[in-house]
């Protein structure tokens, strides 16, 4: 099904989510703590901003401070502005 701007429509409706995260990618050096800005999130995944290069296939761990809980995910698509800034979708493995 497309919207009338043509967009397709996403499995799980999004929310607008401006909020700080932290998270690291599996494969990478133990503890390396990178963070994130979240920009949009669903049941399904989110959209985040990073100031760290991410590849698409990645797997990643994102870390709650609120309750200590990780959600694992995986990087779907990654966008970069120059070589700083990178605007990735991810999709959470359960």
Do not use: H
Request: proline content about 2%; some cysteine.
């Amino acid at each position: 099904m497309l919207f009338q701007d043509g967009s397709k429509q996403r499995e799980c409706p999004r929310t607008f989510s401006l909020n700080v995260i932290q998270f690291c990618v599996v494969n990478d050096s133990p503890g390396e703590i990178r963070l994130g800005t979240t920009i949009n999130i669903s049941n399904t995944g989110m959209c985040l901003y990073t100031f760290y290069n991410l590849n698409e296939g990645e797997n990643i761990i994102i870390q709650n401070d609120v309750s200590l809980l990780f959600q694992k995910a995986n990087v779907r698509w990654v966008k970069n502005y120059g070589k700083d800034l990178c605007k990735a979708g991810l999709n959470f493995i359960e």
